[in-house]
């Protein structure tokens, strides 16, 4: 008969607190276009470096963090720019914490062409009004940085 030994890793869970004000790294997981989203509807980010806190790190790269749009508008006639905010304001860390956020607002306009597109139909040819702003889109990898809202204890394993 044969006799089978198993090593066993066991990892100590540790609690660690990450303060107010700490920064979290955001970039965004897919481009985005506020054509193609709703107001109320998910997008994803994900932590784009370690946050680490007493040398453990406390939200490691790659958490998915969930923001939610809070005004999409496609550009529209008569050079109107298009719109696209979004917004974070909390997270679960991998252990199932909740961590809230403070500034995690990201908000880009589309360039407005309104003057352009007016003038254009008032002092030469009347399809100008069918020019449009630009879109508002967030292209994939934009970066932005949002501070953990208040100290927050989380369990990290060493």
Same mark, same amino acid.
């Given at each position: 008969?044969?006799? &089978?030994?198993?090593?066993?890793? #066991?990892?100590? @869970?540790?609690? #660690?607190?990450?303060? /107010? ?5 955001? @970039?965004? +997981?897919?481009? $985005? ?7 109320? @509807? ?13 040398? #453990? ?5 790659? $958490?998915?963090?969930?923001? $939610? ?10 050079? $109107? ?37 007016? &003038? ?8 100008? &009004?069918?020019? &449009?702003? +630009? ?9 932005? @940085? /949002?501070?953990?809202? +208040? ?8």
């Amino acid at each position: 008969m044969a006799l &089978c030994l198993m090593s066993v890793t #066991v990892l100590a @869970q540790k609690e #660690v607190t990450v303060k /107010a004000g700490t920064l979290v790294p955001l @970039q965004i +997981s897919a481009p $985005t276009k506020a054509a193609d989203v709703k107001v109320g @509807q998910k997008v994803a980010f994900k932590v784009s470096r370690d946050v680490n806190v007493d040398g #453990v790190t406390a939200i490691p790269y790659g $958490t998915i963090v969930d923001g $939610t749009v809070y005004e999409a508008k496609k550009s529209s006639w008569w050079g $109107t720019k298009g719109r696209l905010g979004i917004r974070i304001t909390e997270f679960y860390g991998p252990n199932g914490e909740m961590i809230p956020l403070a500034n995690g607002d990201v908000y880009v306009t589309g360039k407005n062409r309104t003057t352009l597109s007016v &003038c254009l139909f008032v002092f030469v040819i009347w399809p100008a &009004c069918f020019i &449009c702003g +630009s879109k508002a889109e967030i292209p994939a990898g934009y970066e932005i @940085q /949002a501070n953990v809202a +208040s100290n927050t204890v989380v369990k990290v394993f060493e």
